[in-house]
Every structure is written in C-alpha cells, then in structure tokens.
C-alpha cells in the first residue's frame, strides 16, 4: 500500500504565501512523487507543478515565477512554495505520485493523496 498525505493547505490573503507538503509512505520502493495538480469549483484537475528524478522542474503558465516545487528523496516527500498567491489559485490541490520500477508489478500505477484544500481571498 501506498499512501500520500498532503498538508499545509489554508486560507491566506492575497498576496501571500504558503507551503504545501505531500509525504509518501508505506511500500514507497520505487515510488516517485511527481508533482502538484489542483482542481477548483466546477472545473478539472489541472497540473499545477511536476518534478522528475533528476530534478527538472515543469510549470503551468499561471503559477510560473510563483510557485516552486521541490522534493526530498530521503524523506520520500515533495514540496510546493506558493508566493504572491492569487483568488484564482484557490482549489482543492493534490499531491501524485508514479510506480516507476519496470521490474515491479505496481509499474505506471498513480497515486493520488487526498488533497488538501488552498483558500486565496481578495
């Protein structure tokens, strides 16, 4: 079993910052956290920021020069810092990670934690 738990989320004025942390845990062999997705009211998922292995880092247009992703192999967990936070960053954002072992049966597999719910008021 895999588990992603997000935290960190919250009501902040415009403006303002704040840091989501989405921690991996259980079977976490060859898991790899990937990124940040956010889903707002009436609307669908969207990638927000993703991270591969190695390090490079991909953004959506709305949030780059704002937002910055990380992670932390050793503590299996990944990062989003989230500055000059707009209303229209407010949703529901969502941590996933990916099975990226070929020789594992879980292999391609997502995984998504529960999310943890951002709030940018004007």
């Known amino acids: 079993q895999v588990q992603l738990v997000e935290s960190g989320g919250g009501l902040v004025q415009a403006g303002g910052s704040l840091r989501l942390s989405c921690a991996v845990s259980g079977d976490t062999i060859c898991i790899s956290p990937m990124g940040w997705y956010r889903q707002a009211p009436g609307k669908e998922r969207e990638l927000v920021a993703e991270?591969?292995?190695?390090?490079?880092?991909n953004y959506a247009d709305s949030v780059k020069g704002r937002f910055t992703i990380s992670r932390d192999d050793a503590k299996n967990t990944v990062y989003l810092q989230m500055n000059s936070l707009k209303p229209e960053d407010t949703a529901v954002y969502y941590c996933?990670?990916?099975?990226?072992?070929?020789?594992?049966?879980?292999?391609?597999?997502?995984?998504w934690g529960k999310g943890t719910l951002v709030t940018v008021s004007s």
């Open positions: 991270i591969t292995d190695g390090g490079s880092t």
């Open positions: 996933r990670a990916v099975a990226v072992c070929t020789w594992r049966g879980n292999y391609g597999t997502d995984y």
